[in-house]
Every structure is written in structure tokens, then in C-alpha cells.
């Protein structure tokens, strides 16, 4: 009985039909950076995408993972986060650390591609031959 229940409850909150697909991985191997594609939203020249960061060994802070609701502008080659969190645990799971001092938003349970303006980042510049660039190409053919 306990067994159904998770279920349900993981059915219920969402979690269990996330489809997080690996789209790079750095140079270096050290992270894997996934993206959740059933939520993919596409306005225009706009993707909005969550998107997971996972290393392979935990960061100065102790971050093994983070989550982000990134927006990318397929057509000036650039990208802004709108919501992160980092976490102890691989696939933005464990405890939630504290922020970077960024004044970005924390990144929700839900996948919701909806944006609040008072977690707007500026825009950055996606350089060439990065991971950025990788994530951007694989996401703006959607």
C-alpha cells in the first residue's frame, strides 16, 4: 500500500514525469547538463527551458547540482537565467544551498516555464565553442 501511495504522490506533484535529457557535457567531463523537454516553451526566437547542471565532484560550496529556468534568445545568441537553486545532491536533489549572491530567484519544485519580472537576470552573451553554445543550439531547433 505504502508503495502506491509514493506513486501517487510523486504522480501528483510532477516529479515523476519530468524528462530531464542530457544535452552536453563540458569539456572537462566534469558536468552533465540536462534539460527538461516536456516543458519546453517556445515564444518566437524564445526558449524557456529548465535545465539541470550536474558534476561529477562537488563544487568549493559543496553544490553537486543545480537547477534553472534559463530563457534563450535563439536569434541574438544569448541567455539569462530566470530562477537557480543549488543542492548538496546530484539532480538538484538533497538539500538546497544558499545562492551565489546572485539576485535571481529560487528555482520552485514545479517545472512551470512561467516568469515573475522580479527574478529577471540580465542578458549574457553565449560565447562560441562553450557548453552555452551547445545548450542553445539543441534547444532552439525545438
Known amino acids: ?10 504522480a501528483f506533484t510532477g516529479k515523476l514525469w519530468a524528462a530531464w535529457d542530457v544535452l552536453t557535457i563540458s569539456a572537462d567531463k566534469q558536468v552533465v547538463i540536462y534539460a527538461e523537454t516536456t516543458t519546453l516553451r517556445r ?10 547542471y550536474n ?13 534553472a529556468l ?18 548538496d545532491a546530484p539532480m ?3 538539500n538546497r544551498l544558499p545562492g551565489r549572491g546572485r539576485n535571481i530567484c ?12 522580479r527574478c529577471e537576470s540580465p542578458w549574457l552573451p553565449v560565447k562560441r565553442g562553450t557548453t ?8 532552439c531547433v525545438f
Open 1 to 10: 500500500m505504502k508503495y502506491w501511495l509514493t506513486i501517487a504522490l510523486l
Open 106 to 117: 529560487e528555482a520552485g519544485d514545479t517545472l512551470d516555464t512561467r516568469v515573475d519580472t
Open 92 to 94: 538538484a536533489s538533497g
Open 43 to 52: 515564444e518566437g526566437d524564445f526558449v524557456f527551458t529548465w535545465v539541470i
Open 132 to 139: 552555452g553554445e551547445d545548450l542553445l543550439r539543441a534547444l
Open 70 to 87: 534559463n530563457q534563450y534568445d535563439c536569434n541574438q545568441y544569448q541567455a539569462r537565467a530566470w530562477g537557480q537553486s543549488f543542492f
Open 55 to 67: 558534476r561529477s565532484t562537488a563544487a568549493p560550496d559543496g553544490a553537486m547540482s543545480s537547477k
